[in-house]
């Protein structure tokens, strides 16, 4: 059977600037803003060379909403998710589900809320 690979994600933000600083911090990264009028997006850094999905923030004011218990979760991939959980609250975010084991085989996860009060979480192998 062929793997299906996620090629894009979008996280939707109200207040597009104060959403960048808060995954610049947690991810210890730098976001590119693009401002295409009504639509923005910061680009978060990726490899397109991998089979990781590339994605950004976005936000239009009659496309996207916010929300802290709807729509689809995305999970970034960590070396180990404590890391980025540790500037979380730091950043303007609170924890939902802290580092848990899934399975050994399967690795841990964690739930937050950015600043924009979306769900996302993270995934590592330990």
Known sequence: MKP?????FEIPTADL???????QTVF???LEKLDMGEFKMAMFPSDHTSHGAGGSLVYHHDFYECSSSAG???YFHSED????LARVEKAGGSILIPKQ?????YGYM???LDS????VALHSQS
Do not use: M
């Open 28 to 30: 210890d990264c730098k």
């Open 81 to 84: 998710c404590e890391t980025e």
């Open 4 to 8: 299906v690979h996620v090629a894009w």
């Open 17 to 23: 600037d104060r959403a960048i600083s808060f995954y």
């Open 116 to 119: 924009e009060g979306n769900r």
């Open 72 to 74: 689809t979760l995305v």
């Open 110 to 112: 964690a739930v937050f």
């Open 101 to 105: 084991q899934i399975s050994p085989e």
